[in-house]
T-cell receptor
Framework: ETGVTQTPRHLVMGMTNKKSLKCEQH?????MYWYKQSAKKPLELMFV???????ENNSVPSRFSPECPNSSHLFLHLHTLQPEDSALYLC????????????FGPGTRLTVL | AQKVTQAQTEISVVEKEDVTLDCVYE???????LFWYKQPPSGELVFLIR??????QNEISGRYSWNFQKSTSSFNFTITASQVVDSAVYFC???????????FGSGTRLLVRP
């Protein structure tokens, strides 16, 4: 595997389900990111981890819970989501800060019924 | 305040035409970084280029070229002899050393018709 991988690629869940999105980077980077991309909205940064420590949390509802067990893996745990949470969730990694290019995974297309 | 504006929401061209995607940015930083990404229908954002604020040289990579002008705070992207595979949404973004956050523009959807 190379680059940034995400699983699953598609997910349909009910509002009472609990699910998790997984991201793995094979680039040896220090920082990992979760973004949300809704239709006709700009990319929204959700969370940033640097060396497994959360460094940014942009007012994301608590029904989204990130986890970074090591510098190569990032999870987004989902619980009691709303239909408006349906979106493309993108994971990215970078060597370090905003001076470095971010490399993105293919995304998880989430539908909340 | 940091901001990136991509005023062109959608552009439609016929194959083999040249097309320029505009990007205007706002920042008070003297050191900053500019990026372009391509998002094809598959969804993944593909990194195209990174430019730091001290390097105003234009860059060419195959059919792609970038024109960075600090005087007008612009970092425009030109595709020469466009192809159907160039159809995608293109994002311009602004970054800084002191933050992990990239400021993305709203994107320009490019449709290249055969």
């Amino acid at each position: 595997e190379t680059g940034v991988t995400q699983t699953p690629r598609h997910l349909v869940m009910g509002m009472t389900n609990k699910k998790s999105l997984k991201c793995e980077q094979h680039l040896g980077h220090n920082a990992m990111y979760w973004y949300k991309q809704s239709a006709k909205k700009p990319l929204e940064l959700m969370f940033v981890y640097s060396l497994e420590e959360r460094v940014e949390n942009n007012s994301v509802p608590s029904r989204f819970s990130p986890e970074c067990p090591n510098s190569s893996h990032l999870f987004l745990h989902l619980h009691t989501l709303q239909p408006e949470d349906s979106a493309l969730y993108l994971c990215a990694s970078s060597q370090d800060t905003g001076s470095d290019e971010q490399f993105f995974g293919p995304g998880t297309r989430l539908t909340v019924l | 305040a940091q901001k990136v504006t991509q005023a062109q929401t959608e552009i439609s061209v016929v194959e083999k035409e040249d097309v320029t995607l505009d990007c205007v940015y706002e920042t008070r930083d003297t050191t900053y970084y500019l990026f372009w990404y391509k998002q094809p229908p598959s969804g993944e954002l593909v990194f195209l280029i990174r430019r730091n604020s001290f390097d105003e040289q234009n860059e060419i990579s195959g059919r792609y070229s970038w024109n960075f002008q600090k005087s007008t705070s612009s970092f425009n992207f030109t595709i020469t002899a466009s192809q159907v595979v160039d159809s995608a949404v293109y994002f311009c973004a602004l970054g800084r050393d002191s933050s992990y956050k990239l400021i993305f523009g709203s994107g320009t959807r490019l449709l290249v018709r055969p």
